[in-house]
C-alpha cells in the first residue's frame, strides 16, 4: 500500500506545534524538580516523592527533544519541514526518546505498585525500602537494551515529529514501490517495544490498584461484628475504601490521558496500513504535555492532605479542652459537655477536625492513625482497652450530637 505523506499544514504542525507544549511539560517538570529539591527536600524521605522525582527528570528531558522536534532529522529528509541535523542527531534524539518515552509511564506506573505494598505493610517503609532500588533497575532493563538495539543497527531514523525507531525512508516497509535503505526490520523489534508499553500504561496500573483495594476492603470484612471503638475503626476503613478508589479513578483518567490517543493513533495505523496524520498530532500534544497534566495530578493528590473524611480517629484529637496539655485526649465528659452547651464552640468545631487520606501523597507513615485503619493485624486488643478518660465501648454517646 503506497503511503501517503503529510500535507503541508501537517508538516509544519510536526515542526513546530508541538514545541509549545514541550515547552511547558519542560517549565512543570522544572517546577517540580525545584519544589523538592529546593522548597522542601524534606520530602525526599519518603519514597513516594523520590519517585516523582526520578519521573520530572525523565519528562523534562523527553521534552528537551520533543521541542528539539524535526531539527534533529538529517537535511533533506523527505517530507519533513526544519530538518536541520544529520544522521549522528537523529541517533542521539531517537535514542533519548526509545528510552525516555517507556521511563516515564514506567515510574507513573510504579506510584500504583507502591500504593499497593504501602497499603500491604502498613506504611511501615523499612519493609519495602529495598524495593526501590529494584524499580530504577526495572527502568533501565525495559528501556536501554532496546535504545541500543535499534541505535547500533540503524533502526533510529526520522518518524513523525521525532526521529525515533522507524524505517528509512519513512514506511517504506509497507510500501512496495519504496526500496528500504535500513531499518525495515525495527518495525517488527518496534511492535514488542509498543506491547511493553501498553503492557506497562493500561495493565499493571489497574491491576495493582483493583489488589489495593482488596486489601483496604479485607480489613473491613468483620464491620458487623464489632462494636464501639473497633466499630469506628472500621467506619474509618470504609471511608478511606471510598476515598482510594476515587483517587485511583482520578489516577488512571489523568495518566491515560497523556497515552491512549497515540495509541488509538498506533492501532489505526496498524490496521489500516496507513498513518492518520490529524490523529498522531492529537496523540502527540497530548504526551508532549504530559509534564503539565501530570503536575496537576501532583498537586492536586498533595492537596488531598485538606480533604474531608469526617471526625478525627479516637486518640489522636489533642488540646480541645481550654488549658490542657498537649497530651491531653477528649473524654467522655468533654463530649457531652458541648453537646450540652452549643455556644462553646471551641470544642465542637475541633471536634469535627478532618483528617485526610491519600494514597499516592506519601505522607502517611506507620505513626498515621491511617495505618491501624488500614490493617486489621494493627488492631490489637491493647489498643481497645477501656480507660475512664477516653471515648470508650459502651458508653451511649452519638457521635451525631457532635456534627449537629
Known amino acids: 500500500?503506497?503511503?501517503?505523506?503529510?500535507?503541508?499544514?501537517?508538516?509544519?504542525?510536526?515542526?513546530?506545534?508541538i514545541k509549545p507544549?514541550?515547552?511547558?511539560?519542560f517549565l512543570s517538570a522544572s517546577y517540580v524538580l525545584y519544589r523538592l529539591l529546593i522548597q522542601k527536600p524534606e520530602k525526599l524521605k519518603r519514597i513516594y516523592h523520590r519517585k516523582i522525582l526520578s519521573m520530572n527528570i525523565c519528562i523534562l528531558i523527553q521534552s528537551i527533544t520533543d521541542f528539539i522536534g524535526t531539527w534533529a532529522m538529517p537535511v533533506g529528509t523527505l517530507d519533513r519541514i526544519g530538518a536541520e541535523g544529520n544522521q549522528a542527531t537523529c541517533t542521539t534524539q531517537g535514542f533519548?526518546?526509545?528510552?525516555?518515552?517507556?521511563?516515564?509511564?514506567?515510574?507513573?506506573?510504579?506510584?500504583?505498585?507502591?500504593?499497593?505494598?504501602?497499603?500491604?505493610?502498613?506504611?511501615?517503609?523499612?519493609?519495602?525500602?529495598?524495593?526501590?532500588?529494584?524499580?530504577?533497575?526495572?527502568?533501565?532493563?525495559?528501556?536501554?537494551?532496546?535504545?541500543?538495539?535499534f541505535a547500533v543497527d540503524g533502526g533510529i531514523n526520522p518518524n513523525f515529529h521525532v526521529c525515533f525507531a522507524a524505517d528509512k525512508p519513512f514506511g517504506c516497509s509497507k510500501d512496495p514501490d519504496i526500496p528500504c535503505e535500513k531499518g525495515d526490520y525495527?518495525?517488527?523489534?518496534?511492535?514488542?517495544?509498543?506491547w511493553a508499553v501498553v503492557t506497562i500504561t493500561f495493565m499493571i496500573p489497574p491491576m495493582a490498584l483493583i489488589l489495593t483495594r482488596i486489601t483496604i476492603k479485607r480489613a473491613n470484612k468483620n464491620k458487623n461484628r464489632t462494636v464501639g471503638k473497633q466499630k469506628i475503626i472500621e467506619e474509618y476503613r470504609r471511608k478511606i475504601l471510598k476515598?482510594?478508589?476515587?483517587?485511583?479513578?482520578?489516577?488512571?483518567?489523568?495518566?491515560?490521558?497523556?497515552?491512549?490517543?497515540?495509541f488509538i493513533a498506533y492501532g489505526h495505523r496498524f490496521i489500516t496500513n496507513q498513518p492518520n496524520y490529524n490523529l498522531y498530532i492529537v496523540g502527540i500534544v497530548f504526551t508532549a504535555s504530559q509534564g503539565l497534566i501530570l503536575l496537576f495530578v501532583y498537586l492536586r493528590l498533595e492537596a488531598k492532605k485538606d480533604a474531608e473524611l469526617g471526625g478525627a480517629p479516637l486518640g489522636e484529637v489533642k488540646n480541645l479542652r481550654e488549658g490542657a496539655p498537649g497530651d491531653a485526649k477528649v473524654t467522655v465528659a468533654d463530649i457531652r459537655e458541648a453537646a450540652k452547651h452549643p455556644k462553646q464552640k471551641n470544642i465542637r468545631e475541633q471536634l469535627k477536625k478532618n483528617y485526610s487520606f491519600s494514597i499516592f501523597d506519601g505522607t502517611v507513615d506507620e505513626s498515621s492513625p491511617w495505618a491501624k485503619f488500614l490493617n486489621s493485624d494493627d488492631d490489637s486488643e491493647d489498643e481497645l482497652e477501656n480507660s475512664e478518660n477516653d471515648l470508650e465501648i459502651g458508653d451511649d454517646i452519638e457521635l451525631a450530637q457532635i456534627e449537629e
Do not use: D
Open 21 to 25: 507544549f514541550a515547552s511547558l511539560s
Open 243 to 262: 476515598e482510594f478508589t476515587a483517587q485511583s479513578c482520578q489516577y488512571l483518567a489523568f495518566f491515560w490521558t497523556t497515552q491512549i490517543v497515540a
Open 96 to 149: 533519548v526518546q526509545v528510552i525516555f518515552k517507556i521511563a516515564v509511564p514506567y515510574y507513573y506506573s510504579c506510584l500504583s505498585i507502591y500504593s499497593y505494598i504501602a497499603v500491604r505493610n502498613s506504611f511501615k517503609e523499612e519493609k519495602y525500602r529495598h524495593i526501590e532500588k529494584l524499580s530504577h533497575l526495572g527502568a533501565i532493563l525495559v528501556s536501554l537494551p532496546v535504545a541500543i538495539t
Open 186 to 194: 525495527a518495525i517488527a523489534l518496534k511492535a514488542y517495544y509498543t
Open 1 to 17: 500500500i503506497k503511503m501517503i505523506p503529510p500535507n503541508e499544514t501537517q508538516q509544519l504542525v510536526f515542526a513546530y506545534g
